[in-house]
């Protein structure tokens, strides 16, 4: 089976600081595309940021960046300045074709006053 | 304009009634999805359709019933409810030849009593 490990199921860090959830996958293909989706309380699903498994460059959002380590399988998401509003569960997910999107287990991530 | 919506966004229902929840994109998307969260906010995948055929069926029991009258609209029917299915259940839609990410409804809390 093609997974996604999502291995924090909780984390907390005080506001301004920098966290990074972690996230592996497996799969067997070369060109695939990951993911981050956070779920805050109101429970809507947000794309956070996305990556092209065949591009080398780390995927940049605002304050939310990438580390995509491809030959490790490694997607972990990095959230700068973080803010009160960043609270949320964060999902990593993995698609490529036309296979299911498939998602890790989930971290909740509290920012703290 | 709402990209997927899907309706209604709560639902309370006696055991042993049948249920409906409609789901609409209006992306243009080929695939559409039905995913299922439970009370651990663990997304599982319940079906997928592209193109109004049926591509991914889950282990789902029988008395869910996914029906595509065309590729914008996914609905899912479920029969005698039991306390089991209660559950977040979320439409979502993509497009299968580009890898995009997939948009997600604002979800339906079923609740069955």
């Known amino acids: 089976a093609q997974t996604v490990t999502q291995s924090q199921p909780e984390m907390s860090v005080q506001e301004a600081e920098t966290v990074t959830l972690s996230c592996t996958y497996d799969t067997s293909e070369n060109n695939y595309y990951l993911f981050w989706y956070k779920q805050p309380p109101s429970r809507q699903m947000i794309l956070v940021i996305r990556q092209e498994a065949y591009k080398q460059q780390n995927a940049t959002e605002n304050r939310f960046s990438v580390n995509f380590q491809k030959a490790a399988k490694s997607f972990s998401l990095k959230i700068s300045d973080s803010q009160l509003g960043d609270t949320a569960m964060y999902f990593c997910a993995r698609i490529f074709g036309n296979e299911k999107l498939t998602f890790g287990t989930g971290t909740r991530l509290t920012i703290i006053p | 304009d709402t990209a997927v919506s899907q309706t209604p966004k709560y639902l309370v229902t006696q055991m042993g009634n049948d249920k409906s929840i409609k789901c609409e994109q209006n992306l243009g998307h080929d695939t559409m999805y039905w995913y299922k969260q439970d009370s651990k906010k663990f997304l599982k995948i319940m079906f997928s359709?592209?193109?109004?055929?049926?591509?991914i069926n889950e282990t789902v029991p029988n008395r869910f019933s996914p029906k595509s009258p065309d590729k914008a609209h996914l609905n899912l029917h479920i029969n005698s409810l039991e306390l089991g299915d209660s559950a977040v259940y979320f439409c979502?839609?993509?497009?299968?030849?580009?890898?995009?990410?997939?948009?997600f409804g604002q979800g339906t809390r079923l609740t069955v009593v």
């Open positions: 979502a839609s993509s497009q299968s030849d580009s890898n995009t990410e997939a948009f």
């Open positions: 359709y592209n193109n109004k055929e049926l591509i």
